[in-house]
Nanobody, 128 residues
Framework: QVQLVESGGGSVQAGGSLNLSCVAS????????MAWFRQGPGEEREGVAL????????RYADSVKGRFTISQDNAKNMLYLQMNTLKPEDTAMYYC?????????????????????WGQGTQVTVSS
């Protein structure tokens, strides 16, 4: 059974930083890519950042470019999201997700439908 577990969320003032982590287990082959999503109260889930497992190339939502950095440690099956210069609008539940089938290759955006495995989420709250 594939499992993804996030950690590192918390409360921070605007302008502060947080580093989220996700540990993956339960599959024998590497993922095609992994990504971070977020969902605020009453909002749809938004793709934040994506990283291709094989080459390490990344994609970001426009709203976080220059502030967030996605990274991975494949030997440890770990995924990270370094979040700097946090804003109140970044407040959301953040989810780690894995694409094992390569569907993301065909998508110009980071789409929830391309990711078959999800963590339980970790809450990030940014106050003014």
């Amino acid at each position: 059974q594939v499992q993804l577990v996030e950690s590192g969320g918390g409360s921070v003032q605007a302008g502060g930083s947080l580093n989220l982590s996700c540990v993956a287990s339960g599959y024998s082959y590497e993922t095609y890519c992994m990504a971070w999503f977020r969902q605020g109260p009453g909002e749809e889930r938004e793709g934040v950042a994506l990283i291709y497992t094989g080459n390490g190339r990344t994609r970001y939502a426009d709203s976080v470019k220059g502030r967030f950095t996605i990274s991975q440690d494949n030997a440890k099956n770990m995924l990270y999201l370094q979040m700097n210069t946090l804003k109140p609008e970044d407040t959301a539940m953040y989810y780690c997700a894995a694409d094992l089938m390569g569907g993301s290759w065909y998508s110009p955006t980071i789409r929830s439908a391309d990711f078959g495995y999800w963590g339980q989420g970790t809450q990030v709250t940014v106050s003014s």
